[in-house]
């Protein structure tokens, strides 16, 4: 097998270091000769990273909160009717899952709280469990109104950290208070050797709508940018972290499948959607681009090709 491709994400991979997903990826990649592709994600810029600011403030005795800006310790989450929150949050240190060692300095603590009543969170013992990271259940808003959530994130025991970071697993039509818009694509398919896929509708695509110049990206398809400050062994790779450019490519979703359950255009077939769905797009093309090479290109050239040929979409 030369060609591997996924679109599995993982709740508690590790943001800010390669886990081992990631290390696996790069190995099979590097020493064995495959083409490993994955989907981005469809989590948009449903993420909020930023410095961990110390505001002084003991919250009703879980910890001191972390300041939001201007010393205000809640940010407020609006949650449309229908729609769920669940976030997971996680700061840079290592995780001893990963490299062993001590694993996480810091034991930090994340909370919802609805008109001033404690509604759901997560609150794990981070320095003794080893990783860093929080991960709360999942709030549903099945009222038909908008619901406000306040977040609160708490430093329990430890340093202060230097970057926090959550990304939400609920609906992506959130409004978030003092966002930052971050990227929210993470773990394995950020990877150095993954080939990370985003989604554009086959519809918004020039070869459909000869009318565009480049296609356009599904609104909820998973931005990049999350920093990697950590090697596998644990170790700070630099202060600012590095930034790689994902995801690396683009390919179509939307196409006619016989399994799911809503039929877009309608034409008797039913809608595959997702990054999910874009991914295996990009996969085929390699495969047939193998076919056509009788197996010679190299993980690398097949990425360049990719690349050098696709239609610029950067804005």
Known sequence: CNLIVDDIIYLTEPFFQDGIISQAIDQVVLNNNVAYFSAAGNLA?????????????????????????????????????????????????????????VGARTDLDIFFFKNGILVGGSAIDNIAYGDPIEVTGTYANNTSAPADIDVVIVKNAGPDPGYIKWINFGSYTITTEYDTRSGSSFGHSGSARAIAVGAAPYFNTPAYKPSLSTAIIEPFSSAGGTPIFFDGAGQRISQGGVVRQKPDITAVDGGNTTFFTTDYEPDGFPNFFGTSAAAPHVAAVAALMQEKANKTLSPMAIASILKQTAIDMDD
Do not use: E
Not at 64 to 81: L, N, R
């Open 45 to 101: 810029r449903s993420s909020y990273q930023t410095t961990f600011k110390n505001s002084g403030i003991n919250l009703y005795g879980y910890g001191i909160a972390h300041d939001f800006g201007g010393g205000d310790v809640f940010q407020k989450i609006t949650v449309p009717s229908g729609g769920t929150l669940r976030l997971v949050l996680q700061w840079d240190d290592p995780f001893r899952s990963v490299s062993g060692g």
